[in-house]
């Protein structure tokens, strides 16, 4: 398995650090900083607009736009829709991270909304999110209406895929990636992840970078979803004590910085599921 | 004393650990990122949502709301409002941060709207912050016209927790914390946590974790206060060289994330003042 | 030269610490906490504020104005316009770092009205940022209507400071400052500033510092500018291995906050141009 898709992991890195990718970012004012330095480790070039004045042509300018509603306003919502649909138009990449959809109303429809108007390449979101937005499809249940044991993490992601046409991404424990038709499991990261704030966000910005390559965004995906976890398990290994949430985000940016495809290819846990 | 207190520290530190509490913020820009990091590091689970459509919904899950006024703006003194009515209708705990206050009229004028329309858990503030709102009380004096050699800290603690009906806390080198009938002063700290931008916005954070459990707010107040005056102290200890502020900041919340009971059993100095 | 320069330093330098002067940004959410740590690291005091009913106010309690566009939008265009007049009236420094002019109307529009309703300090940018500017006098053209070869860097910063009236700062591998009748390069720093966002908003937050002294503005955008450099210098030295570019933050801000003079004297890189 692993050898089938390294060449294309090889090539989307080799393609970050000769192009540059600019990512354009429509996101949240709480780990923004982080996503921007995550984009720069790994290679790309980050900017950051969300006015209605600019988004379009600053979209036009980028390799791929990322959208994150973490702290999404009235006009936040509109600059989403409006960037996603002129990405579209020109066939630029869009990633969506729904943080927090199913909490609120606003979040709920916002993301509803963005996914009827614009076509992602990828979706990413934690499980309870990406139940969420499974469970809105159609009836628009609740969350709760979704029986994990039936139905796991899987097969929603193969579903959800199928349904937005588009890449589908659960981060956790392991991560599940789902283009439709197939699904990869990967079994990196570490615990200490979840201990800073935005390491999510993050993830989503690496991903967003890797289909900024214009390659497969199922394989771009799966490597922006690695790499985290990769670097996760790098900047714990680095930590001299092992409770040191500070320390582990700066080791995390250095491991993101310091990545190398020889590293995922003695390191990376990936495997159909 | 300490005998006193200590086992409700620590009732309130394993409700942390336990429930998670989900800690609402309507924030400031500057420090968000840190409030969030300071919040998870001791073991809650901060939210960051501000506009209006959203932050009755959002408080409505949250164990606590944290109003930051740092950099308040038209749309936010909004939803400072709606968020605190809503949150005290539902008997959640408020914490206000009033940032500036008293250095621009709009800083003072949305402080005093929210202490008219909000009834707040706890309120905490450097010496000139509160001060600023001390002086308005009834006569709307100014900060100058306080005389400070007759009406020291320990005095301005107790009257403005019996007129607010809250909790008030000045940290400075020397914290007071009251609730009205008793004054409590916290010896921790160091001089270095001046030198880090958002240490009192985090602090704030701290407390609204703490009085997210839904105990005592006194107790809660002191605590989260203790917590960053430890971490504080500890994080100087670790300093390899004694002036670097960068470090210092990452082993700020080294220290707040392996932050234990024991620790503050042994090094917490609290009297009643 | 250095013998010539020094003691203007030396002053800035002594006037930021006695002075602690309090420097107003407007600026983007993305760098705005580097920003204010910076400021706080070299012995300033930040504050942020952008919201239009307070940013009069503000500027009017403060030593320096920093604005940068950074992530612009129409409620904050208006604020730095404001907030650009009022210092103007008060004789209070300005200085404005123009992220993005040229990469969208936006942002050219912005700065272009900027520059013609407030008198600025000194403006900071990139060496495509400030071409962009430049292309801009009069004639309204393109940036790649300019011929880098016949139109250096040098002549750029020469002829725009004279235009604009006042300093102008290029950064890049060799910074260049002029005021319009002499060129200064700086020739310190490391090419990890590059690898890291925001080192340029901080840089020109520096800059704000550096003026906030009201001493010569253009002895102050030089130590400004060179206090970035020579950070970026000991912050690489000080890596344990050369690739983390967390780290290299990290000790960035214990650079900027254990600068001195003396470090200054021994290793900055400034000759006349």
Redesign the interface.
Known sequence: MRLVLFPYFREIFETIKKDKPLIHHIT???????C??TV??LGGS?????????VE??VS?ASALVMNV??????TIEAFVLAGKKANALGTPVVLDPV?VG?????TQTVQRILEEVQLSVLRGNMSEIKSIYGQGGKTRGVDSIDDSLMGGREIALELAKRLNCVVVITGATDIVSDGEQVFYIENGHEMLS????TGCMTTSLIGLCVGTKKNPFHAAIMGTAVMGLAGEKAYEALP?K?????F??????A???FSITLMEESVKIHEA
């Open positions: 949240n004012y709480v780990t923004v900083n982080d921007a330095n720069l480790a980050p900017v950051m607009a969300d006015d209605l004045a600019e042509e600053m300018l973490g702290t999404l306003n009235q006009r927090g909490a609120t109303a606003l979040r201990r800073v704030t935005g004590h409770e040191e949430v500070g320390t985000r700066v080791k995390l940016m250095d993101i910085g310091s």
